[in-house]
C-alpha cells in the first residue's frame, strides 16, 4: 500500500496539463504580474521534473522561451540572451507558434539591447507567423512592441501608429490595465520625438496617475524617466534632475539614467558630477552589454572635456559607424554636425565640410525611411 501511494504522489503531470500551465504563465508575463509570474514560474520548475515524456521536445523549448520572455520582464538581459542562444530551434521542423515566440522575444531583446537592425528583420520573421497565433492580446502585444521598436528608430509617426492601435485592443480585455498604460507611455515618447511636449506630458501624467493607483512601482518609475527625458528636452535642467535621481536611486534603467543625469549636470556647469554618472554608466553598460549606451556616454564625455581633436573625431567615427549599423540616423545626423560645427570654430573647412555633408546624407536617410518590409 504504501508503494501505491508514493507512485500516486510522483504521478507524472501531463502534456496537456503542463501547456495549460505555461499558457497560464505567459499570460501574467504579458499582463506584467510579477508576483503571479514568479510563482508560476516556480510551480512549473517544479513540475517539469515529473512531465511524461515528450518526443517532440516541444514543451520544453516552449518553457525556453517563455523563460527568456519572463527574465526580460525582470530585466536581467544578460539571462534572457543565454536563454536563447541555448535554444536549439529546428525550424523546418517546430510548431508554428513556438517559431512565431522565437522571433517575436528574439525581437523584444535585440531592441532592448539596441541592436535594431537585427530587432527589425527579427519582426519582419516573427509577423510571418504571428497569423498562426489566435489571441487578440498577442496581436496587441506585438502592435505594443513593434511601436517600441518605431520610437527606437526615431519614426514616431509609426511608433503612434501602433501604440494607439495596441492600446484599444489592451483596453477591450480585462486584467491589461497596465499594458493599456505602456502604450500611453509609447504615445508621450512619440510626443517628445515630434517636440509635441504639452501633449507628451498629458500622456506621462495619464500613465503616473494609472501606474500609481494600480501600484505599478515598475511602471511608475518608467513614467517618471520618461517625464525626466521630456524635461531635459525642454532644457528644464533642474526638473528632469528631479525626476530622473528618483529613477535612478531605485537603479532603474541605469544606462539611459546615467547618461541623461551626466547630460544635464554637464549643462548646469557640474562636471564633476557629471564625470561619477559617466563613469557609472559606462560600467553598467559593460556589464550588461548595452553598445549603444556606451557609445553615448564616451561621446558626451569627451565632448564636454579639452580632449584633442583626434580623440574626438575618433569616438564620432565610431558611434557613427555603430549608428549606421543600427540605422539610427538621428545620432549620426546629430553627432556629425556637432564635430562640424568644432571643426567651423576651429577654422578647419575641409573637415568642417565633410562632417556637415555626413550630417546631411543621414537627414536623408531618416526622410526616406518606410515601415518594416
Not at 525582470?74 to 536549439?88: C, G
Not at 564616451?298 to 549606421?324: C, P, Q, R, W
Not at 545626423?333 to 576651429?346: G, M, S
Request: some cysteine; charged content about 25%; glycine content about 2%.
Amino acid at each position: 500500500m504504501r508503494n501505491r501511494r508514493n507512485l500516486t504522489a510522483v504521478q507524472a503531470i501531463s502534456k496537456e496539463q503542463m501547456m495549460q500551465l505555461l499558457n497560464e504563465w505567459y499570460q501574467e508575463i504579458r499582463s506584467q504580474n510579477l508576483i503571479k509570474s514568479r510563482q508560476l514560474k516556480n510551480q512549473i520548475e517544479q513540475k517539469l521534473q515529473s512531465m511524461e515524456h515528450d518526443p517532440t521536445q516541444t514543451l520544453f523549448v516552449y518553457y525556453s522561451l517563455l523563460d527568456s520572455r519572463y527574465l526580460m520582464l525582470i530585466n536581467d538581459l544578460t539571462s534572457a540572451e543565454k536563454t536563447l542562444q541555448n535554444i536549439d530551434l529546428p525550424l523546418a521542423q517546430t510548431d508554428d507558434f513556438i517559431t512565431y515566440y522565437y522571433y517575436f522575444f528574439k525581437a523584444i531583446l535585440t531592441t532592448k539591447t539596441g541592436n535594431y537592425s537585427d530587432a527589425r528583420q527579427y519582426y519582419i520573421k516573427a509577423a510571418n507567423y504571428l497569423k498562426y497565433v489566435d489571441d487578440e492580446i498577442e496581436n496587441a502585444e506585438f502592435n505594443y512592441k513593434v511601436a517600441i521598436f518605431y520610437y527606437h528608430i526615431e519614426q514616431p509617426l509609426l511608433a503612434t501608429h501602433y501604440a494607439s492601435k495596441a492600446k484599444s485592443l489592451f483596453e477591450e480585455k480585462p486584467g491589461y490595465e497596465i499594458s493599456a498604460t505602456d502604450c500611453e507611455n509609447i504615445l508621450g515618447l512619440a510626443c517628445i520625438s515630434l517636440k509635441q511636449f504639452e501633449e507628451a506630458e498629458e500622456h506621462f501624467i495619464a500613465a503616473l496617475s494609472i501606474a500609481e493607483e494600480k501600484k505599478h512601482e515598475k511602471l511608475s518609475l518608467t513614467v517618471r524617466y520618461n517625464l525626466g527625458l521630456l524635461y531635459a528636452d525642454q532644457n528644464l535642467s533642474a526638473a528632469a534632475i528631479n525626476r530622473l535621481k528618483f529613477v535612478y536611486e531605485k537603479g532603474v534603467k541605469l544606462d539611459k539614467t546615467t547618461f541623461l543625469l551626466a547630460h544635464e549636470y554637464y549643462k548646469i556647469g557640474e562636471p564633476e558630477t557629471a564625470v561619477a554618472f559617466v563613469e557609472e554608466g559606462l560600467k553598467h553598460c559593460e556589464e550588461v552589454n548595452n553598445e549603444e549606451y556606451r557609445i553615448h556616454l564616451n561621446i558626451l564625455h569627451k565632448m564636454n572635456h579639452s580632449v584633442e581633436d583626434t580623440e574626438l573625431e575618433s569616438a564620432v567615427k565610431e558611434g557613427i559607424d555603430y549608428f549606421n549599423k543600427e540605422e539610427l540616423w538621428i545620432y549620426v545626423q546629430d553627432y556629425a554636425e556637432k564635430l562640424a560645427v568644432r571643426f567651423y570654430n576651429e577654422n578647419k573647412a575641409e573637415k568642417s565640410n565633410y562632417y556637415f555633408y555626413i550630417a546631411y546624407e543621414a537627414k536623408q536617410k531618416l526622410l526616406e525611411r518606410g515601415a518594416l518590409k
